[in-house]
């Protein structure tokens, strides 16, 4: 859908076409170089934490901008991960 739309004008467009509403979406850069040991998702929906193996990083990709908000590396590899609170961003 174009961006300049609203997202009330989305919303309604989507729900009278079905053609919209099977279409698949996907995020810019949603890939690890080697391999993703973990993913959550924010507890409002609307980001997605990615755990990457070798090396160690995370990625946090935002869904309404359809891309990666920011990437960082660590020491070493993450065993778990979580949101602390549903007010980031």
Known sequence: LPEWLGERA????????????????LLQDFQMP???SRLRQS???????????????I??????????KFETYL???????TFLGSDYG
């Open 10 to 25: 989305r919303r309604n467009l989507s729900k009278r076409d079905s053609a919209i509403r099977r279409r698949i979406e």
């Open 34 to 36: 080697c391999a993703s």
């Open 43 to 57: 507890h409002d929906g609307r980001y997605i934490l990615a755990a990457g193996t070798y090396h160690p990083r």
């Open 59 to 68: 990625r946090v990709y935002e869904l309404e901008e359809m891309g990666m």
């Open 75 to 81: 020491d070493s590899e993450v065993v778990d991960m």
